[in-house]
């Protein structure tokens, strides 16, 4: 019961952050591009590398992997969004923005990841 306390103290945190991210960017680029989507997937996916990294070496206890991997990672990457808004984007024929949106995020995350735990890892 108590790591379902952290998650929701967790969730809470990168929900608020994931909103003011998403409206912050639409203010500075508009809403003809999920940039706030990429914005939210490629800083959740560096700090998801970090608490991976951190997990990994035993230096971060379950209930602050449960608050920041779980909670605070899962409220604020969007995959689910992603999915949705690159549906949207092809069914409006869009395909060219879908394809860019799909392959920035994927690439751009899977490095941020790397680039989080090499963070971690090359100070050991």
Partial sequence: MNNLVWVA?????????????????IQLFGSSFPFGTLTVNVLGSFLM???????????????????????????????STFSNETLMLIQGGELLKAFLNVALNLIIC?????LGQQLILSRV
């Fill in 110 to 114: 899977l490095l941020m990841v790397y």
């Fill in 9 to 25: 103290l967790g969730g809470a945190g990168g929900a608020v952050l994931r909103y003011s991210i998403s409206i912050f960017m």
């Fill in 49 to 79: 590398g970090i608490v991976a990294a951190l997990s990994q070496l035993s230096h971060i206890s379950p209930e602050v992997k449960a608050l920041l991997g779980v909670g605070f990672m899962g409220a604020l990457t969007t995959f």
